[in-house]
């Protein structure tokens, strides 16, 4: 959610100081010169006698000069405006927090001064923060876009670009990506939190994951994981069977892939040289479906452990978090109200409950007629985003509302995947 | 069409290959200026009603939150295609290559461009590009999915046809550089006896400024897509950061061309405002002169804006500023044209026939879109609404709503010089309110979304966006419904309309002193012009001439 | 189609000759010279591109600059100034009535033009030899400012070149269409563009040379 419009930053008064002031002369200037033309349109619209008073005026040079310097200055004054606003936004002042700010496709990368790294932002409240902002050289242009902060800067590869803010308000606030960046661009999104300032000395020497976290993740989490997580493969990757832009890590390994090597199809075995390679020339073998020139290669992005992690990660990884996941899914169920109506142990209270339905079977009724359909991954999906399209028979519609925009596909995919062990 | 009382240029043409019996070899063969425009006009407008098709689906696509009927991919090449055709196919082209090919030897009293083989040819490039256009749809990863500005490194590195869009893009720039030489020569050298260049009509000021731009700014966004095709074929670099290139330095070679060429676009539009004002309102246009000049000042100083681009680029603060100060210059030559067109309406007598509603109602929305420009021109205000709703709103309203309405003014304007037939007024007007009722709701929200954040080339939204791109979906069917209802009101009164005669509109300028539709080689007669374009007394053409017939045969 | 210059009187009774849009020198020469504009938009755009990375890469375009072969591009300067000068005279003597004349020199246009190629030819093949050509791994080791000059070099030589190919197929075109009788001592416009766009080529040419060979 784009949370308030209201400005945040410490420059966000003066550049909404400009907008209305240009926004104030502009409307003044429309309703001007919109209105007396109206005005002459109908007063001078023809009538019977309106031609013999037609004057022929050409010119009028006081006018004229009038209509050329008042518009100038006008101009001059948004001009005005225009510097200042400016001025206070790219004025760095000396004493800063300074966070590097890496963009690549779909997914931004902040890193500390003391090697933190995270998706999202976490700052101090009234503190100036640098972001040094910039685009892996084999990535392409985003643009870091804060609306409550009123700033944007573009992320260009091999260059280094500067924005500064001073957050005046605590808070979440959102970062979308401005500069058009490929398939995920419109998810290309992230916040930044605005905490206080004891919070965030105590986390920033931690070495918890974010501020938010209850306690050390380095014990939940793979490190491959995590890996594909801070190097954004998850923007193109999931782990949870659904293709993105590349394929997906679920059941890759060890499993028999078509890839196609110079334009000619074979199949290759996802075994660990395989996965390497993948990794370090991405073009080499490109599986079949997908393009190439997509992913750039991780050579010297990653190291040679980190790789191993990874690989270790898709090898073993995956079954491990179930615990984690049923957690996950727990919380989500509990802060989104769903468990107010559903049980999870088979109890009916307002709607039917979670226990043993995924892939049973489930008699719905649409449109007034019943049918019965197999609660699998896209049923649950459809139940949760329109839930008044099918609904179980015995239950009524009009009782749940739709959780679209308000549950994350991750959060889906996580609860459904929790519905499969109820 | 053999129900004209003269033989006009439907009867009867030149053609480039000597004669043809078949009719259609005796369209696309064509050297006549006139055939060349309405060629142009159709191609044109087929490829317009495909480009609205494609961006009706992209508001079906925003109209809920979510994958609704296609998906990112797709969506990113519609967004495109859309822009490639409407840039490239429609607007760069449209007044010019269509109506400013028809009108631009009768408005000045010549008998054709100066290079009609030419002409033609540049017609056949531009259909050349076209289909090399269309063609990579259907091959590979489709359409190129860069935006039609082809930002590298992205349009190096996307699986997509970006080479075919960029090749394409480069021989249509071919074909409007042909144009533009085409004009330029013909302005100076088959003007009638007579006429001064400040004799001349406001429209053939229009299309010479244009002219200048597509000759001089084309070929740098030509060589530049070249270099991209280069990167991308050869790995050349110039633009690819893991190579030592700079990405920035594609958006300046960009925008060189690119933010000229909608001045380009505009400024004939202009003309034909200054066409259609003093027409209607029975006088001479106020201020001709400075009309004229500022012409050729916002060409001039258009070239010189396009940094307004890049503020959020990482470009230096000194040339962002001055960036800013020539964007507002332009604003003071474009402000006078309107401002000359406001005072010609006072004292007047103010007839409001559909090609002058159209303009009025042109004026309304070419305003908000010069002043939301002016607001984009605003260096600190536009890092905030920089590549959001705002800019995409802010372009419809001068593209769409300034371009095309003055381009749509015109058809409506000079249909009676072209078909020799009038369409029904009172659809005429209908269809009008229906396309600005429809525009007005399609776009104005944007303004707003962008303002609270909506980043443009966006396929899916936040939830607080839906109630904007609800409007815009409902503005975007009626805008489209408008369009159908004018297209189906022109098509019947060129099948069923009534006779027009030579000057429906009783107006000054040259092309309305022969009969309608033209004939071959237009004037039997070249007049002697030693009087300015629009001269009236209480509401009457000073000069009333008979130019269709050779002076000898008039009695004949 | 207009045998006969077509004239109009104004008022006072002066004459006024309407200019005949099928056969109009100047025009013609106008619409070159607009022509010429473009092209030399085209190669200011790619000096453009030079200058950028000139700014930014100096040290590394001087020291690529003396690993050219300055002999070749010198002969070919030489070669391209003086089929300019063929170019004209092959002008000259067509307005002088000397039609085989303006032939043989056209021919002497065409040779000198081909020789130009052929040099090109073997100083491009050199480079490619040691592995030097856009997207070559050799070249992308050398490091960014060797691939921006290469680039550059092979991009704007290669361009300069499409348009050497270019002039000769004009060249051709136009000894056909004296052959035809199309072009003669009073209609000699053709000729006449053509070898105002040979100049263009030779102009651009005696840029390029000084900024890849002669910097270091």
Redesign the interface.
């Given at each position: 959610m784009l949370e308030g419009m209201k400005g945040v930053s410490s420059f966000a008064s003066e550049i909404d100081l400009a907008i209305w002031v240009v926004m104030g002369i502009s409307i003044g200037i429309f309703i001007v010169v919109v209105g007396v033309m109206f005005y002459f349109l109908y007063t001078y619209r023809a009538k019977k006698d309106s031609r013999e008073k037609i004057k022929n005026i050409e010119h009028n040079v006081y006018l004229e000069i009038a209509w050329t310097v008042i518009p100038t200055f006008l101009l001059a004054i948004m001009f005005y405006y225009g510097y200042t606003s400016l001025k206070v936004m790219r004025e760095v002042p000396k004493e800063t927090m300074d966070i590097n700010v890496t963009g690549q496709m779909w997914f931004w990368t902040h890193e500390y001064a003391n090697g933190k790294k995270t998706k999202d932002l976490y700052v101090p409240i009234g503190t100036n923060v640098k972001l040094n902002i910039t685009a892996n050289k084999n990535d392409v242009l985003h643009s870091y876009y804060v609306p409550a902060f009123r700033f944007k800067q573009d992320a260009v590869p091999g260059k280094m670009n500067t924005a500064w803010f001073n957050a005046k308000e605590l808070g979440h606030f959102d970062i979308q990506c401005a500069e058009y960046c490929g398939t995920r661009h419109a998810y290309m999104r992230a916040k930044i939190h605005v905490i206080d300032k004891e919070t965030f000395d105590t986390w920033y020497k931690s070495d918890k994951k974010t501020p938010f976290d209850q306690e050390s993740v380095a014990t939940t989490k793979h490190p491959g994981l995590e890996l594909l997580e801070s190097n954004g493969c998850l923007g193109c990757h999931s782990v949870d069977g659904s293709i993105l832009v590349g394929p997906s890590y679920k059941d890759m390994f060890g499993h028999k892939v078509k890839v196609s090597v110079n334009g000619t199809l074979k199949e290759v075995i996802a075994d660990e040289a395989y996965l390497k390679r993948a990794i370090l020339e991405p073009d080499s073998e490109v599986v079949d479906g997908f393009s190439a020139g997509m992913m750039s290669s991780y050579k010297d992005v990653l190291t040679e452990k980190q790789i191993d992690d990874i690989i270790d990660y898709f090898k073993n990884g995956q079954n491990t978090p179930k615990e984690d996941i049923g957690a996950k899914a727990t919380s989500i169920l509990e802060s989104n109200g769903c468990l107010g109506c559903h049980s999870v142990d088979g109890s009916i209270l307002v709607g039917p409950s979670y226990k043993d339905m995924f892939g049973h079977k489930v008699k719905v009724s649409v449109n007034g007629t019943l049918k019965e359909v197999i609660a699998d991954e896209a049923y649950l999906k459809r139940a949760i985003l329109e839930p008044d399209s099918e609904v179980v028979d015995g239950f009524s519609a009009g009782m749940m509302s739709s959780y679209k925009g308000i549950l994350s596909d991750s959060d889906i995919d996580i609860v459904i995947e929790y519905f499969k062990g109820l | 069409m053999n129900t004209f009382s003269h033989t006009s240029f439907y009867d009867k043409t030149h053609t480039v290959f000597g004669h043809h019996n078949s009719k259609i070899l005796q369209w696309i063969f064509s050297i006549d200026h006139k055939r060349i425009s309405l060629l142009y006009l159709f191609v044109m407008m087929g490829f317009f009603l495909v480009a609205v098709c494609l961006a009706l689906s992209m508001r079906l696509e925003l109209f809920s939150p979510g994958q609704d009927i296609m998906s990112p991919e797709r969506y990113n090449q519609v967004f495109t295609l859309h822009g490639v055709i409407m840039i490239f196919l429609f607007i760069v082209p449209g007044i010019p290559a269509a109506l400013g090919n028809f009108l631009l030897p009768l408005q000045i009293g010549a008998r054709d461009v100066s290079f009609p083989r030419l002409n033609l040819l540049s017609w056949w490039v531009y259909v050349a590009g076209a289909l090399l256009a269309i063609s990579s749809l259907f091959v590979g990863d489709g359409f190129a999915d860069t935006g039609w500005t082809f930002y590298a490194p992205y349009s190096i590195k996307t699986g997509t046809n970006v080479v075919w869009a960029l090749g394409a893009a480069f021989i249509l720039g071919l074909a409007s550089i042909l144009t533009g030489i085409n004009f330029v020569v013909t302005i100076h050298r088959l003007r009638a006896p007579g006429m001064t260049f400040f004799k001349m009509p406001l429209f053939v000021w229009g299309l010479y400024s244009t002219a200048w731009i597509q000759i001089l700014a084309t070929p740098i966004v030509g060589i530049s897509l070249v270099m991209v095709i280069f990167e991308r074929v050869f790995g050349v670099g110039f633009f690819d950061p893991t190579k030592g290139g700079d990405p920035v330095l594609f958006e300046h070679m960009f925008w060189i061309y690119s933010h000229p060429a909608v001045y380009l676009m505009i400024l004939p539009a202009f003309g034909i405002a200054s066409e259609i004002i003093p027409t209607f309102c029975r006088k001479p246009i106020f201020g001709y002169h400075s009309i004229a000049v500022s012409s050729a000042m916002i060409a001039g100083i258009g070239y010189l804006v396009w940094g307004h681009h890049m503020f959020t680029s990482g470009i230096s603060e000194t040339i962002k500023l001055i960036f800013s100060v020539l964007t507002f210059f332009v604003a003071i030559p474009t402000g006078v044209k309107f401002f000359d067109w406001i005072a010609t309406m006072y004292k007047a007598s103010i007839e409001f026939k559909a090609p002058m509603i159209w303009a009025v109602g042109t004026f309304v929305t070419f305003i908000i879109g010069g002043l939301t420009g002016l607001i984009l021109g605003t260096v600190g205000v536009d890092v905030y609404f920089h590549d959001t709703y705002f800019v995409v709103a802010h372009f419809h309203y001068t593209m769409l709503g300034g371009v095309a309405f003055l381009m749509f003014a015109g058809f409506h304007y000079w249909f009676p010089k072209i078909t020799g037939r009038m369409y029904s007024e009172k659809h005429a007007k209908y269809a009008f309110f229906t396309v600005f009722v429809g525009f007005n709701l399609l776009w104005f929200p944007m303004f707003l979304a962008g303002a609270f954040g909506m980043p443009r080339r966006y396929f899916d939204y936040l939830p607080e966006f839906e109630i904007y791109h609800k409007f815009s979906g409902i503005g975007a069917l009626i805008f489209a419904t408008g369009i159908i209802y004018m297209l189906i009101t022109l098509y019947r009164g060129w099948r069923y309309g009534e006779l027009a005669g030579p000057n429906p509109w009783n107006a000054t300028t040259l092309e309305w002193q022969i009969p309608s539709p033209p004939q071959l080689e237009n004037f039997g007669t070249i007049p002697y012009v030693d009087f300015q374009p629009y001269e009236y007394i209480n509401g009457e053409p000073v000069h009333k001439m008979d130019l269709g017939v050779k002076e000898g045969n008039k009695d004949a | 189609m207009h045998n006969q210059p077509?004239i109009?009187?104004?008022?006072q009774g002066n004459a006024?000759?309407?200019?005949d849009?099928n056969d109009?020198y100047?025009?013609a020469k106008?619409?070159f010279w607009?022509?010429l504009?473009?092209?030399m938009?085209?190669f200011?755009?790619?000096f453009?591109?030079y200058a950028?990375?000139m700014f930014?890469?100096s040290d590394t375009f001087v020291q690529y600059s003396a690993t050219l072969n300055v002999k070749m591009g010198g002969t070919n300067t030489f070669i391209l100034l003086v089929s300019a000068l063929t170019m004209g005279l092959s002008l000259v003597r067509l307005r002088q009535g000397n039609v085989e004349g303006a032939k043989k020199f056209i021919w002497a246009t065409i040779v000198l033009a081909l020789i130009f190629l052929s040099i090109k030819y073997f100083e491009w093949s050199a480079e490619i030899h040691h592995g030097i050509?856009?997207?070559s791994p050799t070249l992308?080791s050398m490091?960014?400012?060797a691939?921006?000059f290469f680039?550059?070099y092979?991009?704007i030589t290669g361009l300069h070149g499409i348009h050497i190919i270019l002039g000769i197929g004009a060249m051709i075109w136009v000894l056909g269409l004296v052959r035809k009788g199309k072009i003669t001592p009073t209609k000699f416009v053709v000729l006449e563009n053509t070898a105002l766009y040979w100049d263009l080529v030779h102009l651009v040419w005696v840029f390029v040379f000084p900024l890849f060979y002669l910097i270091h």
């Open positions: - | - | 077509e109009i009187y104004d008022k006024h000759v309407i200019v849009y109009d100047i025009g106008l619409g607009l022509f504009f473009t092209e938009m085209i200011g755009s790619m453009l591109i950028f990375y930014q890469f050509y856009p997207g992308k490091g960014d400012g691939v921006m680039g550059l092979f991009v």
